[in-house]
């Protein structure tokens, strides 16, 4: 039976010396310029010493139009390189390995934000206030994938070990995989395949310029009614993506327990397929030891959490014990701030139902 202390091993050869994942969580706590703020960097470095094997940053937009928060940072730019490099630079201190989550956050990155209207694979409603996308043009969409291959290469240059390309969650990757909100007829729609035309290239010309042990991992949603992907797409998508060589995959479930109609949870259905060809992280509700054992007896190569490693900066260390079940929220603003939670990151905790114990 796998354990949660076990070394594993991306295609590209990177070890990552445990199988507890610091997921992607987006935080606020950085400058209105992109650049990195001491409170971000300081909350990565406590979940490093914390035992994770594997530290992604919050999703951090590859060009300005992309911004889907306030106080999220920046790759779209040189003058990022600097908080880029301290971050890498010390998190190598620790055994964790470290990855940047690369994004456009397309028709969910706010005018208000912004200060340009939305754009998309196509022009799709977003809400009442906001109106609807614009649908990029596609020399625009060339420009978009240069810009994420360039974030890509700074990540390198700073120092970190991989990327991590957020195609989950809705976002511009995901809303160009999405049948209902990519309606193009040029090369980047079209039928699954042709959908995926923009993920495979921001790939290509990332592997043309990074050096082999840099890694690539995608993030997935593997079922999106909203924008319309299909568990069915997913497999092809994820068939495409190991014929292209990424380095591991991320699927994103919110709730690993979660069973489909056929009585199988998403991770084993993805892993039972794919896990011998490619490592897979399954992330989604995890808490205790317990459920952590649970997603790696599903096939999955490790487990991503994010909302547990908030009050609970250890839990990586912590959850090599099988008993290991720590508190549960709500928590005080207190347990937050002294885990290395900033002020404004326990501010943006108060909107997350239940968590704080004077949020909402
Ligand atoms: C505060 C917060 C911010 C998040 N930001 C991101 C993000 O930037 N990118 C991403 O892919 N997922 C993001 N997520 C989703 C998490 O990575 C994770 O998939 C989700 O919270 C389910 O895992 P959990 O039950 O362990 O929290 C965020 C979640 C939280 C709680």
Same mark, same amino acid.
């Given at each position: 039976?796998? !354990?949660?202390?076990?070394s594993?091993?991306?295609?590209?050869?990177?070890?990552?010396?445990?199988?507890?994942?610091?997921?992607?969580?987006?935080?606020?706590?950085?400058?209105?310029?992109?650049?990195?703020?001491? *409170?971000?960097?300081?909350?990565?470095? #406590? +979940?490093? *010493?914390?035992?994770?094997?594997l530290?992604?940053?919050?999703?951090?937009?590859? @060009?300005?139009?992309g911004?889907?928060?306030?106080?999220?940072?920046?790759?779209?730019?040189?003058?990022?390189?600097?908080?880029?490099?301290?971050?890498?630079?010390? /998190?190598? @201190?620790?055994?964790?390995?470290?990855?940047?989550?690369?994004?456009?956050?397309?028709?969910?990155?706010?005018?208000s934000?912004?200060?340009? @209207?939305?754009?998309?694979?196509?022009v799709?409603?977003? !809400?009442? !206030?906001?109106?609807?996308?614009?649908?990029?043009?596609?020399?625009?969409?060339?420009?978009?994938? !240069?810009c994420?291959?360039?974030? &890509? @290469?700074?990540? *390198?240059?700073?120092?970190?070990?991989?990327?991590?390309?957020?195609?989950?969650?809705?976002?511009?990757i995901?809303q160009?995989?999405?049948?209902?909100?990519?309606? +193009?007829?040029?090369? %980047?729609?079209? =039928?699954?395949?042709?959908? $995926?035309?923009?993920?495979? #290239?921001?790939?290509?010309?990332?592997?043309?310029?990074?050096d082999?042990?840099?890694?690539?991992?995608?993030?997935?949603?593997?079922?999106?009614?909203?924008i319309?992907?299909?568990l069915?797409d997913?497999?092809?998508?994820?068939?495409?993506?190991?014929?292209e060589?990424?380095?591991?995959?991320?699927?994103? $479930?919110?709730?690993?327990?979660?069973?489909?109609?056929?009585?199988?949870?998403?991770?084993?259905?993805?892993c039972?397929? %794919?896990? *011998?060809?490619?490592?897979?992280?399954?992330?989604?509700?995890?808490?205790?030891?317990?459920?952590?054992?649970?997603? /790696?007896?599903?096939?999955?190569?490790?487990?991503?959490v &994010? +909302?547990?490693? /908030?009050?609970?900066?250890?839990?990586?260390?912590?959850?090599?014990?099988?008993?290991?079940?720590?508190?549960?929220?709500?928590?005080?603003?207190?347990?937050?701030?002294?885990? =290395?939670?900033?002020?404004?990151?326990?501010?943006?905790?108060?909107?997350?139902?239940?968590?704080?114990?004077?949020? #909402?």
């Open positions: 039976m796998p !354990s949660m202390d076990e594993w091993e991306m295609r590209n050869g990177l070890m990552i010396p445990n199988r507890s994942v610091l997921a992607a969580m987006t935080n606020k706590q950085s400058h209105a310029d992109g650049t990195l703020s001491d *409170e971000e960097i300081r909350f990565l470095i #406590r +979940r490093a *010493e914390g035992g994770f094997g530290i992604t940053t919050a999703a951090s937009h590859v @060009q300005e139009s911004q889907g928060w306030a106080g999220e940072f920046g790759v779209w730019s040189d003058h990022h390189l600097p908080g880029l490099t301290s971050l890498a630079t010390q /998190l190598k @201190q620790h055994d964790s390995k470290s990855f940047v989550q690369i994004f456009h956050g397309g028709m969910r990155a706010p005018s934000i912004t200060g340009q @209207q939305a754009s998309s694979a196509s799709n409603f977003i !809400s009442e !206030s906001e109106g609807s996308s614009r649908s990029l043009t596609t020399s625009e969409v060339d420009d978009t994938i !240069s994420f291959i360039r974030a &890509a @290469q700074r990540c *390198e240059q700073a120092g970190f070990d991989g990327v991590e390309l957020h195609g989950a969650h809705g976002y511009l995901a160009f995989l999405g049948s209902k909100t990519n309606r +193009r007829n040029d090369a %980047y729609g079209g =039928d699954t395949e042709q959908r $995926c035309t923009f993920l495979l #290239r921001i790939i290509r010309g990332i592997r043309e310029v990074v082999e042990n840099f890694a690539i991992m995608v993030r997935l949603s593997p079922v999106s009614d909203e319309g992907i299909t069915e997913t497999k092809q998508v994820v068939e495409l993506l190991i014929g060589g990424i380095d591991a995959l991320h699927i994103s $479930c919110w709730d690993v327990f979660q069973k489909q109609q056929d009585g199988q949870t998403l991770t084993q259905k993805l039972s397929t %794919y896990s *011998e060809s490619i490592p897979i992280i399954s992330t989604g509700s995890v808490w205790t030891a317990e459920d952590a054992q649970f997603v /790696l007896n599903q096939g999955a190569q490790a487990v991503g &994010a +909302r547990v490693a /908030l009050p609970h900066p250890d839990w990586a260390s912590m959850s090599t014990d099988a008993s290991y079940n720590p508190e549960r929220p709500p928590f005080t603003p207190e347990t937050l701030l002294s885990a =290395d939670l900033s002020s404004t990151f326990v501010e943006y905790m108060r909107r997350w139902k239940g968590f704080v114990t004077d949020g #909402r």
